[in-house]
């Protein structure tokens, strides 16, 4: 038989075996937090109203957590309810991925159960609209991926566009104390890299400026990261649609599908011979297909299609052509890709001081038979490097890209 203590005012406090001492809830209501997810390194906040047996909240009644598995996450061993009756923690995820359960129990009542979630920050991304302002932090908690020694925090958007060619483009840029040096990087759902920006202007203008023809609308995401590595700070990034045009000899990108409507302006890229010349950026997968058409009526089209080779810090050419074919004088080329990589398309004219309109075609159909690859003879041997190199894309790179293949996932 149980023998109960009784207190000096002869309140029951306690009765024998393994009944705790102190109030007790009849029931809980409130309950918030079960069913919810954050990314690993993350907190998430749990909690309910502990009721006394008259159905108002009860003070001080003593509840204990547990987590399973145990090493998924923390939380307080123990804790008492306010004055209104309410319990609440913040659970601090570890770096385990995958559901788990967090239990409290209060005095006089049974165990309550969370189910929550924690999510791979590397394969989770946040729903994203073109226009819009997000205001956000890099933090160590973000996903993290190592390029040899060092390591880069990245917070992933998806964007969905609509069918067509799309033209935008999108900035990430830092101010304050801690600001960071933005860095940007575009991807298919699929982890298929698409292109990168670094500096508006390398080491002066520090803010991302990714500037991309896309041969279609449909889902993407977007990187957003930093040049330095381990580096964590604010940021904000922004998006708009652009004018589909080259200007200037900025740096821009290029998927297949798309077409360009320009003009060869005096303004633009220019060599020592006085070319003049529009550039795009395109980066392709092995075994891909690069085939473009530069058409005009008033100008006669050059198109040249270089490499970037990395070890080197140069473009080489891998292509070119001037006559697509006897008395034709559009420009056409068709390159097999041997292997994942950056490429500059150069859009020209044949003859030194020639400008005008043009148009530029990226198919997107590999299939089909090639067309010549007629090369423009070279007059030296620096006529195989590109006479001029982009404004600050280079210093960005870092070789993460081939990193982040197939690890980017949509939600």
């Known amino acids: 038989m149980k023998k109960c203590a009784v207190g000096l ?7 024998g075996g393994s009944d705790a001492t102190g109030p007790k809830a009849a029931s809980v209501t409130g309950v918030f937090g079960d069913n919810g ?12 109203t502990v009721l006394g047996a008259d159905g108002f909240p009860a003070r001080g009644v003593r509840v204990s957590w547990a987590v399973s598995p145990t090493t998924a996450a923390t939380v307080n061993a123990t804790q008492t309810s ?25 005095n006089g009542v049974a165990p309550i159960t969370f189910h929550l979630t924690a999510l791979d920050p590397c394969k989770y991304s946040v729903s994203y609209a073109l226009g819009d302002s997000v205001n ?11 390029a040899g020694t060092l390591t880069y925090f990245y917070d ?41 920006d670094d500096d508006i202007q390398a080491g002066v203008i520090q803010t991302s400026q990714f500037d991309v023809v896309l041969g279609d609308g449909g889902s993407y995401i977007i990187g957003a990261t930093s040049y330095d590595p381990d580096t964590t700070g604010p940021y904000i990034l922004t998006s708009h649609p652009r004018a589909t045009t080259l200007a200037g ?6 998927t297949p599908g798309a077409t360009i409507i320009d ?52 473009f080489d050419s891998v292509a070119a052509n001037d006559d697509s074919a006897t008395g034709n004088p559009n420009a056409y080329i ?67 890209p081939l990193a982040l293949v197939r690890r980017v996932g949509v939600r």
């Open 9 to 15: 005012l002869g309140v029951l406090v306690a009765c």
């Open 136 to 146: 956000a932090s890099l933090s160590r908690t973000d996903c993290q991926v190592t």
């Open 334 to 400: 068709a390159y097999t890709v041997p292997a994942n990589g950056w490429y500059l398309l150069q859009m020209g004219t044949a003859a030194a001081n020639d400008t005008g309109e043009y148009t530029l075609a990226f198919d997107a159909n590999t299939a089909g038979p090639s067309a010549p690859r007629t090369r423009v003879r070279a007059t030296s041997p620096l006529d195989r490097v590109m006479p001029f190199l982009p404004r600050g894309t280079f210093r960005g790179w870092k070789g993460r």
């Open 263 to 314: 003009t060869i302006r005096t303004s633009d890229c220019q060599d020592s011979t006085l070319h003049y010349s529009d550039i795009i950026y395109m980066f392709m997968q092995a075994n891909q297909v690069i085939r473009v058409a530069e058409r005009s009526t008033v100008v006669n089209p050059l198109l040249r299609l270089y490499w970037a080779n990395f070890s080197a810090q140069r």
């Open 249 to 254: 000899c900025q740096d821009a990108w290029m």
């Open 156 to 196: 992933f958007y998806q964007m969905t566009l609509p069918a067509g060619q799309q033209s935008i483009r999108i900035n990430e840029a830092s101010n304050g104390a801690n600001k960071i040096d933005p860095y940007v990087e575009f991807y298919r759902p699929t982890g298929e890299l698409l292109g990168w």
């Open 82 to 106: 306010d004055s209104a009756g309410a319990i609440a923690t913040n659970v601090i995820v570890g770096a385990t991925v995958g559901p788990f359960t967090v239990t409290a129990t209060p």
């Open 37 to 48: 997810s954050v990314l690993t390194g993350g907190t998430l906040p749990v909690g309910f």
